[in-house]
């Protein structure tokens, strides 16, 4: 029986990497089921352009687990800036805290990321941040609280971040179990077209 997200994942016919460790290994449900869900599911599908752009809209919700007002304020707020609105958006939401723990390694998953930041369980320079959906800055340290440090998801953390590493954009010391953000995010790989996105908002 697959669970909701995977047949998010399924019906997109994209890995969106929703659970944690599932997508990497022969038990993912689009490796075991590549078709999408639904007595039709392995029938040929076709969509307009209009289509494929909330196709590609909801890639990006489902991957960053955000609702569409938040989708579409990141727009707004990169239509704004000067650089060009697709990479701006990817590096808002790359830059949200529940992504950041993900990237760090802190977290198996963005959804992971939500709960440690909704929990209590992290800070950035020191203080407690709650709001999975706060950006983080260039130069913001980000941390486990002491107090956390046996929670569930955080249980062998050192042990699990030996051999991770982390991407260019981010600095992690090991030892105090510390990220940074150095740079904006950058060279993100990413399951979906931002592009498509951006001309579904912009009309």
């Keep these: 029986m697959f669970n909701t997200r995977e047949k998010k994942e399924r019906a997109l016919g994209t890995k969106l990497f929703l659970k944690a460790h599932r997508c990497n290994s022969a038990k993912c449900a689009t490796v075991r ?71 760090l390694g802190f977290a198996p998953s963005r959804s992971v990321g939500r709960q440690l930041a909704g929990h209590g369980h992290v ?11 706060y950006i983080v800055k260039v130069g ?10 046996d929670a569930g998801p955080l249980k062998d953390l050192s042990e699990r971040l030996k051999k991770y590493e982390v991407p260019t954009w981010l600095k992690l010391d090991k030892d105090k179990l ?16 931002v592009n498509m996105v951006v001309d579904y908002y912009s009309k």
Excluded: C, W
């Design 33 to 103: 089921r590549p078709h999408r869900p639904g007595l039709h599911g392995q029938a040929r599908h076709s969509s307009s352009e209009v289509g494929q752009q909330l196709n590609e809209k909801q890639k990006i919700k489902f991957s960053y687990g955000i609702r569409e007002s938040q989708m579409l304020k990141v727009f707004q707020e990169a239509s704004k800036k000067s650089d060009v609105t697709g990479l701006v958006m990817i590096q808002l939401l790359e830059s949200r805290l529940d992504n950041v723990l993900f990237r």
């Design 178 to 193: 510390e990220g940074e953000m150095v740079a904006l995010p950058q060279e993100v790989e990413v399951p979906f077209d």
């Design 123 to 133: 800070t950035v320079n020191g203080r407690k941040v709650s709001v999975p959906s």
């Design 140 to 149: 913001d340290k980000i941390g486990i609280r002491k107090e956390s440090n």
